[in-house]
């Protein structure tokens, strides 16, 4: 599988492409199926303008607070954004870091005004319930529908669990995960495209996982 670490992944200023005061660094980027995965950084009191999009997101809180139509969403909770449906705005009072897995354009377009129907969704994760499973990880879905054919799961496991995974790619939320001879910690990311061979996942000490899939 392969590993991007958190320290390693280049960054962008997006003040050079929607004149925004954030940054993105790149994850992923495949353009044959136009799916890219960033983490996006907002600095303390930002605020992100309603906008349109061409492209489809799901959107993840990691760290911060993101207010959005009067509601504070934290870690894991999911803002899914919509092809060509404005949303917004988004207010990051103290900052805020999200993963973002983008199908399609993620160029973005201020807009004033919604549109007359709303598909655009607030997920909150504490509504959500873990399942668990029979190899003893726990799982909350978060995004299974309106993102096309993403499925974006948060996955907790116990000390000394194994996990082969099925997954595209997954971020390590908190605690370590072992892959091969690699230590990954808090926010770095693993992928393994169709077709590449997939590693077993060691949890010596325990993780969550932040894992997306693209269902066929």
């Not at 890219?36 to 907002?42: A, E, G, S, T, V």
């Not at 803002?79 to 705005?89: A, C, I, M, R, T």
């Not at 900052?95 to 377009?109: E, I, M, P, T, V």
Request: charged content about 20%; hydrophobic content about 35%.
């Amino acid at each position: 599988m392969n590993v991007v670490r958190l320290a390693d992944i280049p960054w962008e200023d997006r003040r050079n492409v929607d004149n925004w005061p954030s940054r993105a660094g790149m994850y992923y980027d495949n353009r044959k199926t136009e799916l890219c995965i960033r983490l996006i950084d907002y600095p303390l009191g930002s605020i992100e303008p309603r906008h349109v999009h061409a492209g489809t997101h799901a959107t993840t809180v990691l760290k911060g607070c993101a207010i959005v139509d009067g509601l504070n969403l934290g870690p894991l909770d999911v803002v899914l954004g919509p092809s060509n449906e404005p949303h917004g705005p988004l207010n990051y009072p103290d900052g805020c870091r999200l993963l973002s897995a983008f199908q399609g354009s993620y160029h973005h377009s201020e807009v004033e005004g919604l549109s007359s129907e709303k598909h655009y969704r607030l997920i909150q994760s504490n509504d959500i319930p873990w399942v668990r499973h029979g190899d003893g990880v726990e799982v909350k879905t978060l995004v299974d529908r309106g993102a096309g054919r993403l499925l974006v799961e948060a996955m907790r496991f116990p000390s000394g669990a194994q996990h082969a995974p099925e997954f595209l790619a997954a971020l390590v939320v908190d605690g370590s995960a072992v892959v091969g001879r690699e230590t990954l910690g808090e926010w770095d990311f693993v992928y393994a495209d169709e077709g590449q061979a997939r590693s077993t996942l060691n949890f010596p000490r325990g993780a969550t996982l932040l894992a997306l899939t693209m269902r066929s």
